[in-house]
C-alpha cells in the first residue's frame, strides 16, 4: 500500500456490509489503483476483529500515489498516476466518507503531465480550508484548495470543473530538479519543499502565496521539517540533524 488513512467514520445508511456505531474505516490505496476499506477498532467488549467490507478501483490500473483524509468535509483526497491500459492522466480525485463504500467519486481534476513526485496535505487554518500540495519531476509545486466552495479568501480558479471542490491556488517554480518532499508548518502558514538533487530547501508563505526563501547546503538533505511552533526547521543528513532558525520576516519584507 502506498499511504493509509484511518478515520472516524460513521456508516452510510444502507451500507453493504454490518455496520457498528461508533466504528473506524482503515482505507488503503495499490500499485492497481484498486482502493479497499476495511471496519475495525468497534467499540464493544471484545477486541474487534478487521474486516473487509469493500474494494473498487479508485484509478484506471495507475498507481495510487497517495490518499488524505479531508477533515472538514470529510472526504478522501486520491491522487493517481498517469498510464495504464487505459492511457490514464494525473488526477487528483474526491471520495465523500459517507458514500466510500460504495467507491462514488465526488469529483477528479486533471494534473499537469509532467510525473508527480510527493504530494501532501495539511491544513490552512488562516482561511479555514485543507490543502493538497503536489510536486512534480520538473521542480513545480502546486498547491490545492479541496471542498472549498464556501470559502470567500481563495482566488478565483477558471480551470476549476469540480465546482469549487479542488481550486488551484497557485503553480510554482520550486526547484530546478524534482521535488522531494513537501512538509508543513504546525498552521498550514509555511510550507517547505526539498529538492531531491540540488540540496536545496525553499520555504513558501502559503497565505501570500510567495517563496520566502531558499536554503542552500553544502551536504545532501535527506528530510526536512519544522520543529515545533516557532517555525524553525530540522534538517537531516545521514544520521546528523541540524537545526535552521526561523525565517527573519522582517528581512524579508524588506526586501
Not at 493509509?4 to 473506524?24: I, L, N, S, Y
Amino acid at each position: 500500500a502506498d499511504e493509509v488513512a484511518a478515520q472516524e467514520a460513521p456508516p452510510p445508511a444502507a451500507a453493504p456490509a454490518a455496520a457498528v456505531e461508533g466504528e473506524r474505516l482503515l482505507v488503503s490505496g495499490y500499485n492497481n489503483g484498486m482502493v479497499r476499506v476495511w471496519t475495525g477498532w468497534k467499540q464493544s467488549k471484545d477486541t474487534g476483529c478487521v474486516e473487509e467490507v469493500t474494494a473498487f478501483k479508485g484509478a484506471q490500473s495507475v498507481p495510487i500515489l497517495g490518499m488524505h483524509y479531508i477533515q472538514r468535509c470529510r472526504a478522501i483526497a486520491m491522487v493517481s498516476a498517469k498510464g495504464g491500459h487505459h492511457n490514464a492522466e494525473q488526477q487528483l480525485s474526491l471520495f465523500s466518507i459517507d458514500r466510500l463504500l460504495y467507491g462514488e467519486r465526488q469529483c477528479s481534476r486533471q494534473l499537469r503531465q509532467e510525473l508527480v513526485t510527493v504530494n501532501h496535505s495539511f491544513d490552512v487554518l488562516h482561511i479555514q480550508a485543507d490543502v493538497v500540495a503536489v510536486g512534480y519531476q520538473d521542480g513545480l509545486l502546486q498547491l490545492f484548495a479541496v471542498d472549498a466552495s464556501a470559502q470567500r479568501l481563495l482566488p478565483s480558479d477558471p480551470a476549476d470543473r469540480t465546482g469549487g471542490r479542488v481550486v488551484l491556488l497557485g503553480t510554482f517554480e520550486a526547484h530546478s530538479g524534482p521535488v522531494g518532499s513537501v512538509r508543513s508548518s504546525h498552521d498550514g502558514a509555511r510550507l517547505l519543499s526539498l529538492s531531491s538533487i540540488n540540496e536545496s530547501i525553499a520555504e513558501w508563505d502559503v497565505i501570500k502565496g510567495v517563496k520566502m526563501r531558499n536554503i542552500d547546503f553544502s551536504f545532501q538533505v535527506h528530510h526536512c521539517d519544522y520543529a515545533g511552533t516557532d517555525y524553525a526547521i530540522l534538517v537531516v543528513s545521514g544520521s546528523d540533524i541540524r537545526r535552521v532558525q526561523p525565517a527573519d520576516v522582517r528581512a524579508i519584507l524588506l526586501k
